[in-house]
C-alpha cells in the first residue's frame, strides 16, 4: 500500500511552534510536488508549502509569510513542516500530499493524487 503518514501536531499557544513530519514510501516519494496544505472547518483547502523535487524548489502558500519552513531528509523520506509564530488563524488539519505527474497547478489541491490522513493543529491565544 502506497501511503503517506503525518505526524507532529498537537496545542500551542500563540507565538509558539510545531514541527510537523511526512514519511512516504518510496514511490510517493518519487513526486514531482510534495509537501503540505491545511483546512480548517467551513474553510476551503488551502496550499500551506510545497517542495517542487526535481530541483528542489520551495513554494509557499499567502497566508504563511515566513513563518514555516519545508525541508526533506531523503534517506529517512521525511517531508517537514518547521512552524513558528503560530497564530489561531493557523488552527486547521493539516495535510500531507504528493503529486506524481504532469499537469495542474502547484497550489491546487485538485492536482495531488496522494494525501496522507491529517494531524491537527490549535493554536490559542
Known amino acids: 500500500q502506497e501511503q503517506l503518514v503525518e505526524s507532529g501536531g498537537g496545542s500551542v499557544q500563540a507565538g509558539g511552534s510545531l514541527r510537523l513530519s511526512c514519511t512516504a514510501s518510496?514511490?510517493?516519494?518519487?513526486?514531482?510536488?510534495m509537501g503540505w496544505f491545511r483546512q480548517a472547518p467551513g474553510k476551503e483547502r488551502e496550499v500551506v508549502a510545497i517542495l517542487h523535487t526535481g530541483g528542489d524548489a520551495t513554494l509557499y502558500g499567502d497566508s504563511v509569510g515566513r513563518r514555516f519552513i519545508i525541508s526533506r531528509d531523503d534517506d529517512k523520506r521525511i517531508v517537514y513542516l518547521q512552524m513558528n509564530n503560530l497564530n489561531p488563524e493557523d488552527t486547521a488539519m493539516y495535510y500531507c500530499a504528493a503529486h506524481l505527474r504532469r499537469g495542474g497547478a502547484w497550489d491546487s489541491p485538485a492536482a495531488y493524487e496522494y494525501w496522507g490522513q491529517g494531524t491537527q493543529v490549535t493554536v490559542s491565544s
Open positions: 518510496a514511490y510517493i516519494y518519487s513526486g514531482k510536488w
